[in-house]
């Protein structure tokens, strides 16, 4: 049978869970939406983009990448490497190779008067922020008040240990 080799075009369903065993991400249609983090339209109906609500901002169905381009992450192509369709693998990432270690200083406090005046920031808000070259910087609203916003720019998972559940669907 076919092992996966690096340049070859898979197709994997997975499931990524936290150590609690929350699901933030998973290709398999089945799988169960966390409804307290997920958008209005709910994962069902293909309208949640939310990373952290467990249909993962893509819709259901098995992922085809090419394999070696690093498309997830680097310990999830090394796993798949040498697999043969239907076979399965658990991968743990540590956080620091996941999403990144939680950083203190990617929170910041912005006086409101550097803001523009049409944006009403609410906690929980998820927004882009630019600066004057453009650069954009993908944030959550932490506190308001009447003078400042206080903004967190890390991921939403940044600190969590991952586990990714792999199966290879097939190789083309």
Do not use: Y
């Not at 092992?3 to 998973?26: P, Y």
């Not at 697999?83 to 956080?95: D, Q, R, Y």
């Not at 944006?119 to 929980?124: N, T």
Request: with cysteine; aromatic share 6%; proline share 4%.
């Amino acid at each position: 049978m076919a092992q996966a080799e690096k340049g070859n075009t898979v197709t994997i369903n997975f499931t990524g869970t936290l150590e609690d065993g929350t699901v933030f991400d998973s290709t398999f249609e089945d799988a169960e939406c966390n409804e307290d983090e997920c958008c209005d339209d709910g994962c069902d109906d293909g309208g949640c983009d939310d990373e952290g609500c467990g249909c993962g901002g893509h819709e259901s169905g098995p992922m085809t990448f090419v394999l070696g381009e690093e498309i997830l992450f680097p310990e999830i192509d090394a796993a798949i490497v040498g697999m043969s369709p239907g076979e399965k693998k658990t991968v743990k990432i540590a956080a620091a190779n996941a999403f990144g270690e939680f950083d203190k200083e990617k929170i910041f406090t912005v006086p409101r008067s550097d803001l523009p005046e049409d944006l009403i920031p609410e906690v929980g808000d998820e927004l882009s922020l630019s600066n004057e070259d453009d650069e954009e910087l993908e944030v959550v609203v932490l506190e308001t008040t009447d003078e400042q916003v206080t903004f967190d720019a890390n991921h939403p998972l940044a600190g969590e240990d991952v586990t990714f559940e792999i199966e290879l669907v097939s190789i083309q």
